[in-house]
């Protein structure tokens, strides 16, 4: 996807973070935006800020874990643009401790959020991007964890390697049905969110302004999805982590 002017994108999870930043770099692009989040304020409070910077947004409040919810997220946007051509599906959330020990309930909030969000918005918004003359493009937002399981976060990990499944799984669909609407998966290592940042405690923005030691601030992850977007490159790896992706794959191959 290379044209982005005046079309219109919508993004999940992009109250703060790399939702926002990426939101900001399609408005940066002439897209309009739509910034959702489960929040009550910050949709609107992170798309006033886009607007003040002159960029055209508007916030929705959306649980991406309730397929009705998203239903209305897309008629929404098709009721204020009349289209919808980019699709970030970006909401997640994480929980940790040993994998037998954490609850059920921590399980369910993860897996709802991480891969039913992306499954819902996949099943809602695909068909609208296949309806385009023009095509479209599913960004789905996984992580580093989706091929480098990380100790103590076993929900994040399955809920993640999920994402990537239903990346591939989507852009082979796509291929064999001959359309010409583009997928995404990203696999971020860390970043200085209120997700990830190292030190476990959140930046009160969301968002640092200057990377630590391999941690990248959202606005480079931003632009580095959208050089995945306008390349309509499969896969982007943030943070170029192949070489522990290559050992992963080897310790498998080697046993």
Not at 51 to 80: I, K, W
Not at 86 to 91: D, F
Not at 160 to 168: W, Y
Request: hydrophobic letters at 45%; a negative charge; aromatic letters at 6%.
């Amino acid at each position: 996807m290379r044209e982005f002017s005046d079309k219109v994108g919508v993004v999940t999870g992009a109250g703060r973070g790399i939702g926002l930043a990426f939101a900001r770099a399609l408005a940066q692009r002439g897209m309009r935006v739509v910034v959702s989040d489960v929040s009550a304020a910050e949709p609107e409070h992170a798309a006033e800020a886009l607007r003040g910077e002159g960029l055209e947004a508007v916030g929705f409040v959306c649980d991406v874990t309730d397929p009705g919810q998203v239903d209305q997220l897309a008629q929404t946007t098709l009721e204020r643009f009349g289209r919808v051509d980019l699709l970030c599906n970006n909401a997640g959330v994480v929980s940790g401790g040993p994998t037998w020990e954490i609850p059920l309930e921590n399980w369910n909030r993860v897996l709802g959020v991480n891969l039913w969000g992306a499954i819902h918005g996949v099943h809602t918004f695909v068909p609208l991007l296949l309806a385009n003359d023009t095509g479209g493009h599913v960004v789905n937002v996984a992580s580093v964890a989706a091929v480098i399981p990380v100790r103590g976060i076993a929900p994040y990990n399955v809920s993640k390697h999920g994402v990537l499944a239903l990346s591939e799984t989507l852009d082979a669909d796509l291929r064999a049905a001959g359309s010409s609407v583009g997928v995404t998966v990203v696999m971020p290592g860390r970043v200085a969110t209120s997700l990830g940042l190292p030190s476990g405690e959140p930046d009160p923005d969301g968002e640092t302004t200057e990377a630590e030691a391999g941690v990248l601030t959202p606005g480079q992850v931003a632009e580095r999805i959208m050089a995945a977007v306008e390349n309509e490159e499969l896969f982007c790896f943030t943070h170029g982590d192949l070489e522990y992706v290559e050992a992963r794959f080897g310790r498998i191959l080697g046993r």
